[in-house]
């Protein structure tokens, strides 16, 4: 009992540290991401973040970011198991899209998982069904899924306080980028974000073209 203690303990501390790295990596961007969404009307491009990619998609075939140029792009790195902030990032989604009105068309919302093993194409189909049917899942190895996240600042882990083979939960940053219609990050949204800032941005990036 005490070794299984101390263990448990042991795997704590390692979350705990793995989440700080993940907060220290991430705080400076995400700063100054708020930062241009409270003071400028302009959204600067995001120099070293971000970048094409190719990956299978909800709809069964090979989605890449480039296939998505001249429309406006907002992804979110998540997975369909998630119990909370995944559900709620993709509702406020819902509500950005359902205000832009006539010009939704004109936008794509991409969900990619970051839990490959469950997140099969139909069971991402099915999962952002629920939200709009504009809604694209993307997913693809272990190490496409890696790449992806690495050039775009996210990050992600397994959570090693669950030892299950199946039941087990993600943690992961929970920020939504605004991509414009050449392929470049202009926004990274954080958590709690609201709808009006996020359709305001939106507009803007389809008003300059």
């Known amino acids: 009992m005490i070794y299984k203690t101390y263990k448990y303990l042991q795997r ?14 991430l705080t400076a961007n995400m700063a100054l991401a708020h930062s241009n969404l409270q003071k400028s009307e302009k959204l600067e491009i995001y120099e070293g973040i971000g970048g094409n990619f190719t990956l299978q998609s909800s709809r069964n075939h090979l989605a890449s970011l480039k296939d998505y140029h001249g429309q406006v792009v907002v992804m979110f790195f998540g997975y369909t198991a998630c119990p909370d902030t995944c559900s709620i990032t993709m509702a406020v989604l819902k509500q950005v899209i359902e ?7 004109q936008v794509q919302p991409l969900f990619i998982t970051v839990d490959p093993k469950r997140d099969t194409p139909e069971q991402m189909k099915n999962y952002l069904s ?14 496409e899924i890696l790449e992806v996240a690495e050039n775009y600042g996210s990050a992600y882990m397994k959570n090693p306080t ?7 939960l993600m943690i992961h940053t929970g920020y939504v980028y605004l991509i414009d219609q050449s392929g470049h990050v202009r926004a990274i949204y954080p958590k709690n974000t609201e709808v009006k800032q996020i359709v305001h941005d939106i507009n803007g990036l389809l008003l300059s073209g």
């Open 162 to 168: 669950i030892d299950s083979e199946f039941s087990y």
């Open 99 to 105: 205000k832009l009105g006539k010009r939704m068309d």
């Open 130 to 143: 629920f939200f709009h049917p504009n809604f694209i899942g993307l997913t693809g190895t272990k190490e």
């Open 12 to 25: 704590k501390e390692l979350l705990v540290f793995k989440l700080g790295m993940i907060g220290i990596c």
